[in-house]
């Protein structure tokens, strides 16, 4: 099936031009093209341009979709979630309202353990019909590609639940989903106080080589932070993965100097992600590495802690990404462009920023931006239109759902 998107308002390519990702003030750069068009072949995309250079008598076998007075962009690229989960977290909600710290929760019982709970009760029958819904609603709300982790079920059993849920979702459904194996996201009661069996006995000897044999996970992800993984602990697990090809991502510096991103750096690391209390020695590591910093401000926004420093790290020459973290403990909202204003008004990105950081950098945080994230000729065809005036719009008028069609793969879809 052929597809023409014409009488574009306003054409947001983010051009990566051959690269991985934009850093600096490349990431300002949106390739804007006014009044123009798009043409796509089956699953990819074969012209870009203005309106006035294209030949409509063309067009003969191809259907049109009219954009008049609409924004199209690239769909966005969640490069973090844990959105394969059971039950929710409301009432830790309540009780941070009346001042109680996440940790706090977590020593009580609370967090990922009782979530981890819900999850071992749920049938993988049943995680994935609540993950269906939830890829829904982000397919509405303009994401076209999203990281989904275990780390909810910390034993093989469960672990191994989850990561075929979601390799099962992701050739059931429309959205193409990244999986990324999280065994080392908390100690499970079962092993408090042996928190090296738990490392050596089932991630390192029964989980990883089981994942990667199976082809469960592309990425290997620790949280790295204190009273969870130090960075031994980490480089053991990453060492144990990346013998069987499963590519380091981690949890790095969310909520204390861990010295997560300088490790990212050293292992060679796709992205570190949250990176709150990064070090500047940590930023100068990322930026020489060439690793993603993926930050969450729906973390921040939703904890009341504090933000990443995004504009340290843009102009350290880090390729910042933006992701949503969506999981029901820290960040109960899978909207990426409310990620994009609360960058914008808490972290000093601008919205060329937020736009490149939530697509094309997204992309290259899941080694996808060779194929998506961005509107060139070869790609895939995954676009949004969006019912605004221009792409400055989005993140500032913020708490509306601006997506009015989704392309996915060329294909239009209906909601």
């Not at 006014?34 to 012209?47: P, Q, Y």
Request: hydrophobic share 40%; proline share 3%.
């Amino acid at each position: 099936m052929n597809l023409a998107l014409i009488n574009i308002k306003q054409l947001v390519t983010v051009p990566a031009q051959g690269q991985r990702v934009k850093t600096g003030t490349d990431m300002r750069e949106l390739g804007i093209i006014e009044n123009g068009a798009v043409l796509i072949e089956e699953e990819n995309i074969t012209w870009i341009g203005r309106m006035e250079d294209l030949s409509m008598g063309n067009l003969k076998e191809t259907d049109i979709l009219d954009c008049m007075d609409r924004v199209v962009m690239p769909g966005f690229v969640d490069s973090h979630t844990h959105l394969l989960f059971a039950g929710s977290r409301e009432d830790e909600f309540a009780m941070r309202s009346n001042g109680v710290s996440y940790q706090e929760i977590a020593e009580r019982g609370g967090g990922i353990v009782k979530t981890m709970s819900h999850v071992r009760e749920a049938t993988k029958k049943e995680l994935k019909k609540q993950a269906r819904r939830w890829l829904t609603a982000l397919l509405q709300h303009g994401t076209t590609t999203v990281e989904v982790k275990s780390g909810y079920g910390l034993d093989r059993d469960h672990e191994i639940k989850m990561l075929e849920a979601i390799n099962e979702l992701n050739k059931e459904e429309v959205m193409t989903i990244v999986s990324t194996f999280l065994g080392a996201h908390a100690i499970p009661p079962e092993f408090k106080g042996r928190k090296g069996e738990y490392i050596r006995e089932v991630i390192i000897d029964k989980l990883i080589p089981y994942v990667a044999t199976k082809g469960l996970a592309s990425f290997c992800d620790v949280f790295c932070e204190k009273g969870y993984f130090d960075v031994d602990d980490c480089k053991a697990i990453f060492n144990k993965g990346k013998t069987y090809g499963l590519i380091p991502k981690l949890h790095a510096d969310e909520l204390s100097a861990s010295g997560g991103a300088e490790l990212a750096a050293a292992v060679g690391a796709a992205s570190a992600d949250h990176l709150e209390h990064i070090s500047d020695a940590g930023i100068t590591a990322l930026a020489n590495a060439n690793v993603v910093g993926t930050l969450l401000p729906g973390v921040s926004f939703f904890l009341n802690h504090r933000y990443a420093p995004a504009r340290k790290l843009i102009d350290a020459g880090v390729a910042v990404a933006l992701a949503s973290d969506f999981n029901p403990g820290s960040c109960m909202s899978y909207s990426m462009p409310l990620m994009m204003t609360i960058a914008c008004t808490h972290m000093q990105m601008s919205p060329e920023e937020v736009i490149t950081a939530a697509t094309l950098n997204g992309a290259g945080a899941l080694n996808l931006s060779h194929e998506r994230g961005s509107i060139e000729v070869g790609k895939k065809a995954d676009m949004i239109i969006l019912s605004i005036p221009n792409y400055k719009f989005l993140p500032y008028h913020f708490g509306e759902n601006h997506v009015e069609k989704v392309v996915k793969n060329g294909v239009v879809l209906e909601f």
